[in-house]
């Protein structure tokens, strides 16, 4: 299966846990905390004992979190 993307599709970009750290300024043990809430995006099988992030969905992520404070004040 291929899948094409168009030149609109912004370019997908995995990311480590500690970039995600600096990202979002969260500990690594809250990062995974969240995530099994279901509050914070999941990660992706690279292979063997590697997981990544998708970039643009910890972004969203972010972006979601300052709308709601947004909204709040």
Known sequence: MEQHFSSSTPALRFIRVREAIKKTGLSKSSIY????QGQFPQTIRLGGR???FVEAEVDAWMAE???ARNVAA
Request: glycine share 0%; no cysteine.
């Open 65 to 67: 979190r300052i709308a």
């Open 50 to 52: 590697s997981v990544a």
């Open 33 to 36: 905390d969240l995530m099994a």
